[in-house]
């Protein structure tokens, strides 16, 4: 097999089979593909919603990243999700999740996956010993994500793999880590889910999302629920998918390198309490992370000494590093998950998870190094 780059540029994209020898694969907009014989009708391409050129190449090229034989692309990570949801549970049954999970995947799961009598149990996932507690016979899905948003908190996706066996799914929210750091497939992992709109896409302009498998059956349902619920990524947002993931590998590195020296640098720095990231030797599951991922990702939170009013003042102080929620682009963004993208949950949860309000998180762009360490030290100096 060709490597992970090699294939991120030329899988899906094949100028022999182009009308015109493109090098780069054309946007097929056309919603419905005309035949020339009644006994044809079925054949091919047929309706966009079902299938399309487009959407089709980039599903390959995903699914041959993640190391999967399947992928299918749908026009957000929510959809994703809600598809797989919908796919395969039934009412009564019990999905184990890590209670530190994006904010919109737990509103998913409590304020409409829950009416339709599907169970919601959070735990922390930390200690793989706990999903063991918690399995029933009316389990069918666990559901992890692993560097966990926003504490960076990890899984261990081996193991649980092996606690849940055949009967239960085990889906990883892989959006953090992206395939060139983490594959879960390969660790035993039945469903990969993504929000293309972060690292994949990796530019901040298309909001999309991707399943990845190996299971037939797994592949047919969602394939099947993919066309009948509908939520499919378009044309354009699929060829523009397909652009960011050619730079895939050589963003991820720099977005690494840039994240690995600056949660360096905020550890030394007096006005920092504590920083979360992956790649220090003092985050609590480095050696989980040396094994499970092949770098440690662009993504790290802090807390800064002086509580939020502190906080806000140096989130706004900042001038290379955008205030704004979302992540994985190639600019440099940061926010206050307590105010902002955590904000839904209560004071309550906030607190269980260890989210407080001096708690800072920052997306590593891609920028030049000195300029991010300029930056953040006369914010901190104002
Ligand atoms: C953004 C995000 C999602 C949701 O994806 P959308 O594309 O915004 O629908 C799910 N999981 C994680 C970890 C995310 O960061």
């Given at each position: 097999m060709k490597g992970f780059t090699t294939r991120a540029i030329h899988?899906?994209?094949?100028p022999s089979q182009m009308q015109y020898g493109d090098v780069i694969s054309p946007i097929h907009l056309s919603t419905t593909f005309a035949k020339?014989?009644?006994?044809?009708?079925?054949?091919?391409?047929?309706?966009s919603r079902t299938s399309n050129p487009t959407r089709d190449r980039l599903e390959k090229k995903l699914a041959s990243l993640e190391g999967g034989k399947y992928a299918l692309a749908f026009s957000s990570g929510l959809a994703a999700e809600s598809t797989i949801l919908l796919s395969l549970l039934h009412k009564g049954d019990e999905v184990i999740a890590f209670d530190d999970l994006y904010g919109g995947t737990k509103r998913l799961f409590n304020?409409?996956?829950?009416?339709?009598?599907i169970n919601f149990k959070y735990i922390d996932m930390t200690q793989a010993d706990n999903v063991n507690n918690e399995i029933t016979e009316r389990t069918r899905m666990i559901w992890i994500e692993t560097p966990t948003n926003p504490l960076l908190k990890l899984a261990d996706i081996r193991c649980i793999s092996e606690i849940a066996g055949h009967d239960i799914i085990v889906v990883v929210d892989n959006t953090f880590a992206t395939p060139y750091f983490q594959r879960p497939l390969e660790l035993g992992a039945d469903i990969v889910v993504h929000s293309v709109t972060k690292y994949l896409g990796g530019h901040s302009d298309v909001v999309g999302g991707a399943v990845i498998v190996n299971d037939n059956d797994l592949h047919e349902k969602l394939r099947f629920h993919q066309n009948a619920i509908g939520a499919i990524l378009s044309p354009f947002d699929s060829w523009l998918v397909m652009r960011g993931l050619k730079t895939l590998s050589l963003r991820m590195e720099r977005h690494e390198y840039n994240a690995k020296n600056i949660a360096k640098y905020l550890e030394e720095h007096p006005n920092v309490q504590r920083v979360y990231y992956?790649?220090?030797?003092?985050?609590?599951?480095y050696e989980l992370a040396k094994t499970q991922m092949s770098g440690f990702g662009g993504m790290l939170s802090f807390e800064i000494k002086g509580g939020l009013e502190k906080a806000k003042k140096f989130v706004e102080s900042l001038e290379l590093f955008a205030l704004a929620e979302s992540l994985g682009g190639v600019e440099s963004l940061i926010e206050i998950p307590a105010v902002?993208?955590?904000?839904?949950?209560?004071p309550n949860e906030l607190n269980k998870i260890g989210i407080s309000n001096s708690l800072i998180r920052v997306s590593v762009g891609i920028e030049d190094l000195d300029d991010l360490i300029n930056d953040i030290e006369t914010a901190f100096s104002v």
């Open positions: 899988i899906g994209e094949d020339e014989r009644i006994e044809d009708v079925e054949k091919g391409y047929v309706y304020e409409v996956m829950a009416k339709y009598g992956p790649g220090l030797k003092s985050h609590p599951q902002m993208t955590h904000a839904s949950l209560s």
